[in-house]
């Protein structure tokens, strides 16, 4: 048995990308229901970026649900919406 990552999956090309729906009290935050970033091609490269893309989308949702509360800091918001283009 392999190692399984939550959110990361095989494209049909044999990619590698991590793929997460976006709460709905951040969607209108966020501009999107669902993000996915490529992680790599290879299984290898994949687990090296993993941890990485999902620290990012941890941090995003943290400043969009602040957001939120506060309506404060749009260039947190900005960079949330950079990475997740």
Do not use: N
Not at 49 to 71: F, I, K, M
């Amino acid at each position: 048995m392999g190692l399984v990552l939550k959110y990361a999956q095989r494209t049909k090309k044999g990619a590698w990308r991590y793929r997460r729906r976006v709460p709905d009290d951040l969607r209108p935050i966020l501009g999107k229901a669902e993000i996915t970033k490529v992680l790599e091609d290879s299984e290898k490269e994949a687990l090296k970026a993993y941890p990485s893309v999902h620290q990012a989308w941890y941090s995003c949702g943290a400043r969009g649900r602040h957001e939120r509360r506060t309506l404060q800091s749009h260039q947190d918001i900005c960079t949330c919406r950079r990475f997740l283009a």
